[in-house]
């Protein structure tokens, strides 16, 4: 158990650009979720999915986002024309059957 | 929509000691789970304690238990013999028991200072 892997670890880039995370999540688990925290505040739900299926979207999730989990193993998180607004930490988080949910140490995201 | 509240932003406790954390939560559904994770300065989330609704049993980890009050929809985290290594934030969260996705819904957070 190699635990759940965040790259980069920090992302700075300039406003509006694109920008991609990737999340390798616990070998066995077939559940992966994003979220999303910014300072002072908890995580907050962004998308989930079973295996490659994205079931559950939150309104957090504009249409500037975008997440895959093309084969059912490790996922990607875009963000399209980035704004200041978008600067946070994105957390991924793996989850077996029964099974609590296991983090990462997230991408810390900074907009200039 | 579920709620978790944190009320109290910070605390401090002396090594040795005993705290205990404050959480509140707003559901309409009867089976659910609560948690309540550490997350150290720069690292990673890390679960302490997990609680499942159904149970009436308070969960107990080591140095660290849990007061479960359903009726109040009240779920406090005691540690025992405070260690410098406790210092961080730590977040209570609620998750449904079934039904949909098994995404967590957050406190704020709440910052443990450990004084030596």
């Not at chain 2, 025992?80 to 410098?84: A, P, V």
């Given at each position: 158990?190699?635990?759940v892997?965040?790259?980069?670890?920090?992302?700075i880039?300039?406003?509006g650009?694109?920008?991609?995370?990737?999340c390798?999540?616990?070998?066995?688990?077939?559940?992966?979720?994003w979220?999303?925290q910014?300072l002072?505040?908890?995580?907050?739900?962004?998308?989930?999915?079973?295996?490659?299926?994205?079931?559950?979207?939150?309104?957090?999730?504009?249409?500037?986002?975008?997440?895959?989990?093309p084969?059912?193993?490790?996922?990607t998180?875009?963000?399209?024309?980035?704004e200041?607004?978008?600067s946070?930490?994105?957390?991924?988080?793996?989850?077996?059957?029964?099974?609590?949910?296991?983090?990462?140490?997230?991408?810390?995201?900074?907009i200039? | 929509?579920?709620?978790v509240?944190?009320?109290q932003?910070?605390?401090?406790?002396?090594?040795?000691?005993?705290?205990?954390?404050?959480?509140?939560?707003?559901?309409?559904?009867?089976?659910?789970?609560?948690?309540w994770?550490?997350?150290?300065?720069s690292?990673?989330?890390?679960?302490v304690?997990?609680?499942?609704a159904?149970k009436?049993?308070n969960a107990?980890e080591?140095?660290?238990?849990?007061?479960?009050?359903?009726?109040?929809?009240?779920?406090?985290?005691?540690i025992?013999?405070?260690?410098?290594g406790?210092?961080a934030?730590?977040?209570?969260?609620?998750r449904?028991?079934?039904?949909?996705?098994?995404?967590?819904?957050?406190?704020?957070?709440?910052?443990?200072?450990?004084?030596?």
């Open positions: 158990d190699t635990g892997s965040q790259n980069p670890r920090h992302k880039t300039k406003r650009q694109n920008v991609t995370f990737r390798d999540p616990i070998s066995e688990h077939n559940r992966l979720y979220y999303r910014t002072g505040q908890g995580p907050e739900f962004l998308t989930y999915f079973q295996n490659e299926a994205q079931l559950e979207k939150s309104r957090l999730l504009s249409d500037r986002f975008s997440a895959e989990r084969k059912g193993s490790f996922s998180l875009e963000i399209q024309r980035t200041q607004g978008d946070a930490m994105y957390l991924c988080a793996s989850q077996g059957d029964n099974q609590p949910q296991h983090f990462g140490d997230g991408t810390r995201l900074s200039l | 929509a579920q709620t509240t944190q009320s932003p910070e605390m401090s406790v002396q090594e040795a000691e005993t705290v205990t954390l404050s959480c509140t939560y707003d559901t309409s559904e009867s089976d659910y789970y609560l948690f994770y550490k997350q150290p300065p690292r990673q989330m890390i679960l304690i997990r609680q499942e159904y009436q049993q107990t080591n140095r660290f238990s849990v007061n479960f009050q359903k009726a109040a929809k009240s779920f406090s985290l005691k025992s013999d405070s260690q410098l406790d210092a934030m730590y977040f209570c969260a609620y449904r028991a079934q039904g949909g996705s098994e995404k967590l819904v957050f406190g704020k957070g709440m910052k443990l200072t450990v004084n030596p």
